[in-house]
T-cell receptor
Framework: DGGITQSPKYLFRKEGQNVTLSCEQNLNHDAMYWYRQDPGQGLRLIYYSQIVNDFQKGDIAEGYSVSREKKESFPLTVTSAQKNPTAFYLC?????????????FGPGTRLTVL | QKEVEQDPGPLSVPEGAIVSLNCTYSNSAFQYFMWYRQYSRKGPELLMYTYSSGNKEDGRFTAQVDKSSKYISLFIRDSQPSDSATYLCAMGGFGNEKLTFGTGTRLTIIP
């Protein structure tokens, strides 16, 4: 089955610790995205990557970092600089440049800072 | 002012009712429009995708776009308890792969 997997489903972190969220896709999509979802605020774009070894900041990149070393993987690191990291994190992918703008989403990771 | 405004609800309707969900937007560059459905603690899934003014129908779902008024709607006919979810509108402009999302409307269908 083709799709996007995110792990872990639930993650707990102590204040001051960095944590990395995994996102893997086997859809052969070039573009990948990370969103943060908070109650009442919809989805906000953190980072996106349209091709391997290249990525751009989204609207709320401060306190986050990413890498795109492989087409199928786009891990997100939540650093200790992120002041309010407790949220639901969603990874998505799409095929850019084809006119098909649908983004396919993973199941999400719920991060809680203790 | 946000680029995309969506009534957060919550919205509760009896089973079988017609549901109307709406978004307004301010950016004239938006040319394609989507509705996603998100069940609790899950990732969003695409319901409808359109890039022209007018109506697009898919089963019990109809997406309506009015570019002159910068207003989009999703209608659900014969609503079912399984339609209970959060509905997110999303939109973007050609040449730009980024989507801008509404805040989502939480819908409950009462049996």
């Amino acid at each position: 089955d083709g799709g996007i997997t995110q792990s872990p489903k639930y993650l707990f972190r102590k204040e001051g610790q960095n944590v990395t969220l995994s996102c893997e896709q086997n859809l052969n999509h070039d573009a990948m995205y990370w969103y943060r979802q908070d109650p009442g605020q919809g989805l906000r774009l953190i980072y996106y990557s349209q091709i391997v070894n290249d990525f751009q900041k989204g609207d709320i990149a401060e306190g986050y970092s990413v890498s795109r070393e492989k087409k199928e993987s786009f891990p997100l690191t939540v650093t200790s600089a992120q002041k309010n990291p407790t949220a639901f994190y969603l990874c998505a992918s799409s095929i850019p440049g084809t006119g098909e703008h649908e983004q396919f989403f993973g199941p999400g990771t719920r991060l809680t800072v203790l | 002012q946000k680029e995309v405004e969506q009534d957060p609800g919550p919205l509760s309707v009896p089973e079988g009712a017609i549901v109307s969900l709406n978004c307004t937007y301010s950016n004239s560059a938006f040319q394609y429009f989507m509705w996603y459905r998100q069940y609790s603690r899950k990732g969003p899934e695409l319901l409808m995708y359109t890039y022209s003014s007018g109506n697009k129908e898919d089963g019990r779902f109809t997406a309506q776009v009015d570019k002159s008024s910068k207003y989009i709607s999703l209608f659900i006919r014969d609503s079912q308890p399984s339609d209970s979810a959060t509905y997110l509108c999303a939109m973007g402009g050609f040449g730009n792969e980024k989507l801008t999302f509404g805040t989502g409307t939480r819908l409950t269908i009462i049996p």
